[in-house]
């Protein structure tokens, strides 16, 4: 067996420790005889499992009593739709657009009431987070959207929008669990699993108890509704059973790895490595504006396409995989979440140190 170090951006690095875990139990969970994948969702065995996946994010988020936890189908994108539909009562909406993933939020929005575009970074192919102190704040907007890290471009709000009083809510997909956040500035905090916690295919929403209501759009389904999953605590259906059980050993292995002050320490000093070479770098730059840097997606360019692809092939046969850009911005990106060692990014620089001498 050989592993690499696994830059992508999604599906990711995921713990390895947790993989083994999940490896030795895979034929027989805890004594149960099967696979977690092979459970009835209302076993004794699934209910703990859950029960305590729920109270482990809690512990490392903090999150408030009057906030629920939901573990959801349908990865991110479906809180595109699912947000406006249950949110929107005045059928207005504030976006700030800064990457294609608050861009795609904003446009799926539109198709249920009027989502204004109050900010955007486009013009400078999204390099930065706009000045949000003071924004064009709708006087009845039901909520104002961001996109907190911005997983292709690399950028990350350093502090939230003021919302002039409306309910924030935030995707945070590439930044989840990270660092420490303060919940109760959010109504909605989202993220799909498959950046920084667990396999795809599963969002978690941590949502304020007020914002769940019967009050939603006409014609919304069911299982697009916040308030059936939470009456059920994520058990109306069967729920994405062995997503939740990944993710739950990985709260643990956060909690065994100190929490998430600790992870924001690692995760600062891991980025400072890779940008502190970026930053004297001939070779190689960074796309971003230093303070919108994201601690979790860097990207970075040569400048010249061909030399961009023989990088990216050179570095995959030294076994530092995905590192190529995301399609719509070229060069390279690598996303250094929070299971990606320090040495994985220590031996990069180290590589792309040799690779600039090469190529000098
Ligand atoms: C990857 C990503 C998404 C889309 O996630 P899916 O689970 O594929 O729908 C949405 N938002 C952000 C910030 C992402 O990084």
């Known amino acids: 067996m050989s592993r690499v170090y696994?830059?992508?951006?999604?599906?990711?690095?995921?713990?390895?420790e947790v993989l083994k875990e999940a490896a030795a139990e895979m034929l027989d969970y805890n004594g149960t005889g099967m696979s977690v994948m092979e459970m009835s969702h209302r076993s004794k065995a699934f209910e703990e499992i859950i029960k305590t996946a729920e109270q482990d994010i809690r512990d490392?988020?903090?999150?408030?009593?009057?906030?629920?936890?939901?573990?959801?189908?349908?990865?991110?994108?479906?809180?595109?739709?699912?947000?406006?539909?249950?949110?929107?009562?005045?059928?207005?909406?504030?976006?700030?657009?800064?990457?294609?993933?608050?861009k795609k939020a904003w446009q799926e929005a539109s198709k249920y009431g009027k989502a204004n575009k109050i900010a955007?970074?486009?013009?400078?192919?999204?390099?930065?987070?706009?000045?949000?102190?003071d924004l064009p704040i709708s006087e009845d907007a039901d909520y104002v959207y961001i996109c907190e890290n911005n997983t292709i471009y690399g950028t990350k709000f350093k502090t939230l929008p003021n919302t002039k009083g409306k309910t924030l809510v935030a995707d945070v997909s590439s930044c989840f669990l990270s660092e420490p956040v303060d919940v109760s500035?959010?109504?909605?905090?989202?993220?799909?699993?498959?950046?920084?916690?667990?396999?795809?295919?599963?969002?978690?929403?941590?949502?304020?108890?007020?914002?769940?209501?019967?009050d939603v759009l006409e014609g919304t389904p069911t299982m697009l509704k916040f308030k059936t999953h939470a009456d059920a605590d994520s058990l109306y259906n069967t729920p994405p059973a062995y997503n939740i059980y990944i993710c739950g050993k990985v709260f643990k292995w956060l909690k065994k790895m100190g929490g998430l002050e600790k992870m924001k320490e690692l995760?600062?000093?891991?980025?400072?490595?890779?940008?502190?070479?970026?930053d004297e770098s001939k070779l190689f730059k960074g796309t971003v504006r230093k303070e919108d840097r994201s601690l979790m997606n860097?990207?970075?360019?040569?400048?010249?396409?061909?030399?961009?692809?023989?990088f990216v092939k050179e570095a995959k046969e030294a076994g530092f995989e995905n590192l190529k850009g995301h399609r719509s911005v070229g060069g390279m990106r690598a996303s250094i979440y929070n299971a990606m060692p320090i040495e994985g990014v220590e031996k990069l620089v180290e590589f792309m140190k040799k690779f600039e001498k090469e190529n000098a």
């Open 267 to 278: 995760n600062e000093k891991k980025a400072k490595i890779l940008y502190d070479f970026l």
């Open 60 to 102: 490392l988020m903090k999150i408030p009593d009057n906030y629920k936890v939901l573990f959801l189908q349908g990865g991110a994108s479906q809180q595109f739709a699912m947000i406006p539909m249950n949110l929107m009562k005045n059928k207005v909406a504030d976006y700030i657009v800064t990457g294609q993933w608050a």
């Open 185 to 214: 500035k959010y109504g909605i905090i989202y993220g799909g699993v498959q950046k920084n916690v667990g396999p795809a295919g599963m969002v978690i929403v941590i949502i304020r108890e007020d914002l769940i209501t019967d």
């Open 298 to 310: 860097v990207p970075f360019v040569t400048g010249d396409a061909d030399m961009d692809a023989k």
């Open 120 to 133: 955007s970074s486009e013009d400078e192919t999204f390099s930065y987070i706009p000045d949000c102190s």
């Open 6 to 16: 696994n830059f992508s951006a999604g599906p990711a690095v995921l713990p390895e």
